[in-house]
């Protein structure tokens, strides 16, 4: 089966960084996708690592290592409008569905 | 922008009943996907599309099936309603292709059943 580990929950001060990682088991890799979910609306796409390394986007970047099967999402000075649900998902080959992980719920707190 | 239109956003039902979840999507998009999403599973994908006519099964397809008779349009049947169906379902979009296509979603039916 198809593995994605995130972790459940993180708190974080305004204006701060923070780091959401994400490991991923799967039986092939064609791509890793972060997307942003705010209680109650549809996940929007962030962010798409093929390639190691880093993929900067404004305050939000995307790390990628596919020999560790690791990657992670940075938020740069946060905002209150930040807090939400991160979902890593990972394409496993050509032309399939996404596999999501449970996601990580955010609290950003002043 | 990418559009992904589900018909309700609240929906209630009773057991036994048969329920039609419906999506469009404005983009043109071959492949559409239905999941659901439930608090500590995630999203769990129900059923999926590449082309009209076309359906194949996700992790989680019992008790459901699925019609895509236009391109634009994929919709979820629930043959008879459980209360173990009770959740949040998400419907997206994509282009088809290797690589760079993420999935669009719809804002989600919340759907109860009694």
């Known amino acids: 089966g198809q593995n994605i580990d995130q972790p459940t929950e993180m708190t974080a001060t305004e204006g701060a960084i923070v780091q959401i990682n994400c490991t991923y088991q799967?039986?092939?890799?064609?791509?890793l996708f972060w997307y942003q979910q705010h209680a109650g609306e549809a996940p929007t796409f962030l962010s798409y690592?093929?390639?190691?390394g880093l993929e900067e986007k404004g305050r939000f970047s995307s790390f990628l290592s596919r020999s560790k099967g690791y990657s992670y999402l940075l938020l740069k000075e946060l905002q209150m409008k930040d807090s939400a649900s991160y979902l890593c998902?990972?394409?496993?080959?050509?032309?399939?569905?996404?596999?999501f992980g449970k996601g990580t719920r955010l609290s950003v707190i002043a | 922008d990418v559009k992904v239109t589900q018909s309700s956003r609240y929906l209630v039902k009773r057991t036994g009943e048969k329920v039609f979840l419906e999506c469009v999507q404005d983009?043109?998009?071959?492949?559409m996907f239905w999941y659901r999403q439930d608090p500590g599973l995630g999203l769990r994908l129900i059923y999926f599309?590449?082309?009209?006519?076309?359906?194949e099964k996700g992790d989680i397809p019992e008790g459901y099936s699925v019609s895509r008779e236009k391109k634009e349009r994929f919709s979820l049947i629930l043959e008879s309603a459980s209360t173990n169906q009770t959740s949040m379902y998400l419907c997206?979009?994509?282009?088809?292709?290797?690589?760079?296509?993420?999935?669009?979603f719809g804002d989600g039916t919340r759907l109860s059943i009694l």
């Open positions: 599309s590449y082309d009209v006519k076309m359906k």
């Open positions: 983009m043109d998009h071959e492949n």
């Open positions: 799967t039986s092939g890799f064609n791509g």
């Open positions: 690592n093929v390639l190691d």
């Open positions: 997206a979009s994509s282009l088809a292709g290797t690589g760079y296509q993420p999935q669009h």
């Open positions: 998902a990972v394409r496993v080959s050509g032309n399939t569905p996404l596999v």
